[in-house]
């Protein structure tokens, strides 16, 4: 694949974000002020938000996250802003009803979505192609599926071999990728699933996404390239390694050794990449290094950030001493509960039953909602039978029963419940938050300013802003010799 063009998606706006500075960040500000000069890169979209970056950004900013698509959007029209959708759900771990999905989806379409990238916990190819029915049915311009890796003893290659015939059965996606939260995948393992993936998808393009936790995901994208993968999930430097992705700048310096072209202009990439480093610096937030490789982490396998965050929370309850043990508690819980791909939210619950599991005078004597609801099958079926034993004493509790016939949640009666007139946005928020958070970040007002504005690009930040406060105006395309901007109003 020599001389191939490959492109980039850019993941720093969310899962760097995620990953190194926990979602919370990126204020709207900060992402408007370097917005005119991530579009100039010429990356083929941004993994932009998913529906916990929206409720990060009403709970932790009090900003409206409707408005920070609709300005993203604007500020940015040549680069596809992706959704990423975790499952059948919406910003709760409860179940969403199909309605609320067909809402949620119209909605980020309406304020400037043009990408979805759809995975399932569980690789449930039927909701799967559900889910891209819908993002098709709501306006979505492309639509990836995603295979989600996993290594146990079920996730062999007969396993994925099933999967991918059967997730590439449908007309509905326009792209693929494969899907690797935990940065588990080696080289060799990687080039296989790509090219059995790429047979799959015919003429429609792989994608690869990993994590670094391992240190190995600079070595899988080289691998995939080479097995015919056409884009690469990187985020800049200063967002990018640790448990996020590879960097963008080493990427494009690997590719172009092995003979791979790419259509990235490096100059704006580089003044993208010293904005963050400069907002990391004056905003006190961490910059990640390659971790060593560890082996114990196939093991676990909990992301990284997962990981550090219960060795924090155990040393908060002064049981710090527990953290290996933890650890290995989790890789038990995750064989009892038939191998769970430790991925949002399965990776949660399973790390949290195992602490549990040490703290409590005997193992499962208290069990939380979300793992009784996984162990009931509403995030998707295990790829293994569950333990019996394990599951005999899960179901015994009483709660239990109380959970077997939880309802999704739908919109059925949201109308009379929060008025007729509230618009679509404000009524997801108010289904799915605390009222006393959405409350809040009405309240607001105006989005705070950037904590560091560019000099090329506050001009056009301020013009979006003043637009926003003017419903007369439905529509401007703005164009100078270095910017395009094209600014819809979203329907209310």
């Known amino acids: ?120 916990p569980a690789n449930d190819v039927e909701a799967l192609h559900s889910l891209a029915r819908m993002a098709r049915r709501a306006g979505a311009q492309e639509v990836v599926l995603a295979l989600t890796y996993s290594l146990s003893p079920v996730h062999d290659d007969a396993h994925f071999a099933a999967k991918i015939a059967a997730l590439a059965n449908t007309a509905d996606a326009d792209r693929f990728y494969l899907k690797d939260p935990g940065g588990l995948l080696v080289p060799e393992r990687a080039a296989a699933l790509v090219g059995m993936l790429s047979a799959a998808a015919g003429e429609r393009a792989v994608e690869v996404h990993s994590h670094c936790t391992t240190g190995l995901a600079p070595l899988v994208y080289l691998a995939a390239a080479r097995a015919g993968a056409r884009a690469l999930h990187t985020a800049v430097r200063p967002l990018a390694c640790g448990s996020s992705q590879p960097s963008a700048e080493m990427t494009l310096h690997n590719l172009a050794q092995e003979g791979f072209a790419t259509q990235i ?64 508690e989790a890789e038990r819980v995750r064989a009892e509960l038939g191998y769970p791909i430790m991925v949002t939210p399965l990776s949660q619950f399973v790390a949290t039953q195992a602490v549990m599991n040490l703290l409590a005078p005997e193992r499962y004597a208290n069990v939380p909602d979300e793992v009784l609801r996984m162990v009931l099958g509403q995030f998707g079926e295990p790829a293994a039978p569950p333990d019996a034993a394990v599951l005999e004493r899960i179901l015994s509790h009483p709660r239990a029963q109380e959970l077997r016939d939880v309802e999704p949640l739908s919109l059925d009666g949201a109308r009379e419940r929060f008025g007729a007139t509230i618009t679509d946005e404000e009524l997801l928020l108010r289904l799915t938050m605390p009222a006393e958070q959405v409350d809040a970040m009405l309240a607001g007002g105006e989005a705070p300013a950037p904590a560091a504005e560019h000099p090329r690009s506050s001009p056009i930040v301020r013009l979006l802003r003043e637009l926003e406060r003017r419903p007369a105006v439905g529509y401007l395309e703005l164009r100078t010799p270095e910017d395009l901007v094209r600014w819809r109003r979203g329907a209310r």
């Open 265 to 328: 202009d490096e100059q704006a990439l580089a003044v993208t990449s010293a904005y963050f480093a400069a907002l990391a610096r004056e905003k006190g937030l961490p910059t990640a290094e390659m971790p060593e490789y560890d082996a114990a982490y196939y093991r676990h396998q909990l992301p990284g950030g997962m990981a550090s965050t219960m060795r924090r929370q155990l040393a908060e309850m002064r049981r710090g001493e527990l953290f290996d043990a933890a650890l290995e």
């Open 1 to 120: 694949m020599s001389g191939a063009v490959i492109e980039l998606v850019d993941t720093t706006l969310r899962d760097g974000n995620q990953s190194l500075w926990s979602a919370t960040g990126l204020a709207t500000g900060d992402v408007l002020a370097i917005a005119p000069q991530i579009d100039r890169v010429g990356y083929h979209a941004l993994d932009f938000t998913s529906s916990t970056h929206l409720a990060v950004s009403v709970r932790y900013h009090h900003e409206d996250p409707w408005e920070r698509l609709r300005l993203a959007a604007a500020a940015m029209p040549n680069t596809p802003l992706t959704f990423l959708t975790t499952g059948t759900r919406f910003i709760t771990w409860r179940p969403a009803a199909e309605d609320l999905l067909e809402l949620a989806f119209a909605t980020v379409v309406r304020n400037g979505v043009r990408r979805f990238q759809i995975m399932h």
